[in-house]
Every structure is written in C-alpha cells, then in structure tokens.
C-alpha cells in the first residue's frame, strides 16, 4: 500500500491549535498534541511560516502564533502551503498499441483527476481554520 501524506491535516491541527488556545506555541508543544515527532512538526510550521500563516517569534518566550486571524485562514490557504500530492495518480507504463483501454485510459483519468483537485479545492475554499476550531468546541462540549 502507497504511503498516506499527513502533511495537510497536522498543518490543520497545529494552526487550529493555536487559534482554540489564542496562545503562542513552541513546536514541541505543538508536537506534543499531534503526538508526532517534533522535528517532522517543525518541517510542516516552516511552510506555514513561508505561506505566511503563523508567525515565528525567536527567544525564551518564542514560538508560532497565526500570522492571521482564524476566520482568514482557510483551508486551502493551509492545503496550498503543504503541497500535498493529487487525489490520486495516473499510471506511466507503457500504451498497448493493441488495447483501445490503455491508448486512452491515461487522457481521460487526467481529465477525471482534474475535476477531482478542482472540487477538493474548492470544498477546502469554503471552509476556515475558524470553522473548524468552532467545530472542534462544538464536539467537546
């Protein structure tokens, strides 16, 4: 089985972490509520710094806090930042010249995995790390 990128849901988790809480964060506190190694944390906070969706602050009291206000934030933004891969990917062997499937499987699945990262995105637009943080209390009681 393929490996699963995580990429994309723990940039969610951190980012909503600290909009719940409205605290700054060391990356290994932020690790900590993944529970995840703190050096792979570390990898997915430097692309949201680079996207500019958290701020870093270097010292004793330093740490990641969002660069924006959760409402601001949507997931996209956040799937953008971590370029995790497609929905899916389309094979590289060889056509059949004999095989009416394999001449044009490849053009029509392309055309299939477009629509596919077109809805995904979209979907991800419509929703904000604010939306999510107001879900998360919702199921916490």
């Known amino acids: 089985m393929a490996s699963v990128n995580t990429q994309f849901s723990i940039a969610v988790h951190v980012l909503a972490a600290i909009a719940h809480y409205e605290t700054t964060f060391t990356s290994e506190i932020l690790a900590g509520s993944v ?3 703190a050096v792979f ?3 997915i906070l430097v692309k949201l710094s680079k996207a500019k969706l958290v701020k870093t602050t270097v010292g004793k009291s330093g740490g990641y806090d969002l660069a924006r206000s ?3 934030i949507s997931l996209l933004d956040v799937y953008a930042a971590v370029s995790p891969p497609n929905a899916f990917a389309i094979h590289a ?3 059949s010249k ?3 499937v394999s001449c044009n ?3 029509v699945m392309g055309n299939v995995l477009l ?3 077109k809805a995904v995105e979209a979907e991800l637009k419509q929703t ?3 939306d999510v943080v107001s879900k998360i209390r919702k199921k916490s009681g």
Request: charged fraction near 30%.
């Open 93 to 95: 062997y060889p056509d």
């Open 35 to 37: 529970n995840a190694n």
């Open 41 to 43: 944390v570390k990898r």
């Open 70 to 72: 959760p409402k601001s």
């Open 128 to 130: 904000t790390v604010a």
């Open 105 to 107: 499987i490849k053009d």
């Open 115 to 117: 629509d596919t990262q």
């Open 98 to 100: 004999g095989c009416v």
